[in-house]
């Protein structure tokens, strides 16, 4: 199988990364929860896990890293802990569902929401993001890079105009952590929510997020936390502020790995590896009569995705013969984006995302150029 | 049960913060090692770090260096 789905979750994970999970199922006790030599081995390869995530995002203290089972529950627990009704809050088309619906959901408790338009290649223009805020501005919250268009987004900038207004500003970091070079301080990053299984290259069921020191987050979540047994509220003292039950020790000894793996690799050789992929395939389809490429190419930075539509065949049928025909795997339909196929026109076709990883070889991009343009042929 | 002496207690409010201590007591060489928090304290954290009294002084300014977070230091039976 030639594996193109990388932006779902990257399945070829490094050789460290299976054995660390594995040697933990074997060895790992409940991390906080006792001094036995068992526990202990889950506590300090958490708390390194920390340490390591503070320095890959550039942050100012380990214990500002909060694990969650995904962005998904990271994108909760910031947008549900920091809004209250009367508040306003300012988005944009590019996101996924994990920004949408807990905005909607709070939407309807009270919260104001204003949603930034893009142009039809899926562009923003941060400038707008500007002029949408007021007195009641609590927050910008915005993706890093899309995951439909691979489009990247400036945070830097957008992090500056929410410092200049004095507006938090929330970043969903889940195609680009491991991959782009994030530094929560000079990008003015109040709370960066992250995924393990992405370019993270961890196991799936990890993720978090880096809360800027001072920040106060009303928890999602209240429960066991190993500590303060007697007090009947939430310890307020972080990371276990917003951290009840047991972590996913299993899995972060398996992240844990694959932050070794990333900085011992560097994210820049991984990413220019990645650009090379996806700059090679986007070559060999974008002429190909019939096949329409979403997304905005011009830049330098972008995620390493192509979408792509051929004629106009449902992008189910088209995802469905590169597997069946070409041992490919992508993905189809709408990708949790529901806003950025408004702006693409593409709500009733969906498109076909491919997505690569440094892992991939040039013949896989060959093999997957190829499939296209056959495809496209069929078309004719 | 092993005969207890009077020792320095030094417990935390998260486990985060006693990890942090282990770790900088190990690179720095500072004695001492990871116990569950005794019974005469009542501490936010199960874990806490036991050393000897002399060495106290040397924890301390460790602690400092390091912008590790105590929740208290005792002297305790343990």
Known sequence: MIYLDNAATTMHKPQCVIDAVAGAMGSMGNAGRGANEASLSASRIIYDTRERLCRLFGGTSPKQVVFTANSTESLNIAIRGLLKPGDHVITTMLEHNSVLRPLYHMERQGVRLTIVESDRQGRLDISRIEEEICGETRMIICTNGSNLTGNYVDVEAVGRIAKAHGVLFVVDASQTAGVFPIDVGPMNIDVLCFTGHKGLLGPQGTGGLYVREGLFIRPLKCGGTGVQTYNKSQPEEMPTHLEAGTLNGHGLAGLHAALGYLLETGIDVIRAREQELMQKFYDGVKDIPGVTVYGDFSGKERCPIVTLNIGDYDSGEVSDALLTDYGISTRPGGHCAPLMHEALGTVEQGAVRFSFCHYNTDEEVETAVRAVRELAQEDE | ?78
């Open chain 2, 1 to 78: 049960m092993k005969k207890k002496e009077l020792r320095l207690v030094v417990t935390f409010h998260t486990t985060a913060d006693a990890m942090a201590m282990e770790k900088a007591c190990k690179e720095q060489d500072v004695p001492g090692r990871i116990i569950p928090v005794p019974r005469a304290i009542s501490a936010g954290c199960g874990l806490s770090w036991c050393a000897e009294l002399s060495d106290r002084e040397q924890i301390v300014a460790m602690m400092k260096r390091a912008g590790i977070e105590e929740e208290e230091i005792h002297e305790c039976m343990v």
